[in-house]
């Protein structure tokens, strides 16, 4: 047991290497877009940071296969396995929304994020592999915390949707202003000083507004509108796991405490994520709270769910902190 978890570190490690390759190539990628803008051109670079993110992933998930063998159990009793497998959930959905569109430039933000997450657990909150206190040693462990991992993966792609559309809406906003600064006003012709004070005033307020290299980035990428559209679905989806993760908390709660609610921090902020989330899908359903002010909000969502993971289990007294799971 003690090799395959020796094992299972190895491959977590291999996984990041193949991660790091991935992300330099995804920059090297996503540089040659923004400095040349659209083009049919063949992107070798991106070619090479898919390939590695799959080998990545493969990697990722043999890590996570040998921990559980190592282990005895399933591999999400602590933060250190919560943590690599969430991970894991965020490269198959990048991986999975690939499907039909192309949304390889998301590579940098979404490996990026794994990279960090996978540093963290490595460096920071990495536990041998070994068994479980008795009070989670019961089939809820599987169902509770395998659902929390899921949606943590989930709505952690869908924040990095919602940071991309507050970029493309940026660039949308810049080249409309570039493209009205392209057309005369005639009223104002002749006014100023002649056709040489005219051109002038053109230019000037051509370059006020002229789009920089982000916004020739993005003008290859889907819209805002687009952006938002997939954000929604995977918090929709994040949601409703979510939710099922707090109705299966309360029921394992019960079983071991004798009550399936008490206001402990960990269930507080649980609760607290399940309000902003649900305030998103209401707002953005029935109030028209579409573009910057729901991704916003979705944004928000995930800083909650991070202060649930890292500051609620780390620095609260709370009745989950002995076993550091989300």
Not at 135 to 144: E, G, K, R, T
Not at 281 to 306: D, K, P, Q
Request: hydrophobic residues 55%; contains cysteine.
């Amino acid at each position: 047991m003690t090799d395959l978890g020796q094992l299972s570190t190895l491959l977590i490690y291999g996984a990041m290497a193949a991660y790091t390759v991935a992300l330099v190539a995804f920059a090297v990628d996503l540089s040659g877009l923004r400095d040349r803008g659209p083009a049919e051109r063949r992107r070798k670079a991106v070619g090479i940071a898919m390939s590695t993110t799959v080998v990545g992933a493969a990697l990722h998930l043999l890590g996570v296969v040998t921990r559980g063998v190592a282990a005895g159990r399933v591999p999400w009793a602590n933060m250190y396995e919560f943590s690599i497998l969430f991970s894991l959930v965020a490269v198959l959905v990048f991986l999975g929304l690939q499907r039909g569109r192309d949304l390889r430039f998301l590579g940098t933000f979404v490996i990026g994020l794994v990279l960090l997450m996978l540093g963290i657990a490595v460096s920071v909150l990495y536990v041998r592999a070994d068994g479980v206190p008795p009070a989670l040693d019961s089939y809820w462990l599987v169902i509770h915390v395998s659902i929390a991992t899921i949606a943590t993966g989930v709505l952690a792609v869908g924040a990095v949707l919602s940071v991309v559309q507050l970029v493309q809406e940026r660039s949308e906003l810049r080249r409309a202003a570039h493209a009205s600064a392209q057309v005369p006003e005639p009223a104002l012709a002749g006014v100023s000083g002649g056709p040489a004070a005219d051109a002038a005033d053109a230019g000037a307020a051509g370059a006020a507004t002229r789009p920089g290299r982000w916004s020739r980035l993005m003008e290859s990428a889907p819209s805002s509108a687009e952006f938002e559209r997939l954000a929604f679905r995977l918090n929709a989806v994040g949601f409703m796991l979510w939710t099922f993760t707090i109705i299966a908390g309360a029921i394992w709660a019960e079983h071991a405490w004798g009550r399936p609610w008490g206001w402990d921090p960990k269930e507080t902020w649980s609760f607290v994520i399940w309000v902003v989330y649900a305030a998103y899908l209401h707002a953005r359903a029935t109030r028209g709270w579409e573009g910057r002010r729901a991704a916003y909000l979705s944004i928000f969502g995930f800083l909650c769910v991070l202060a649930n993971y890292f500051l609620v289990n780390l620095l609260f007294n709370s009745l989950h902190a002995y076993s550091g799971i989300g």
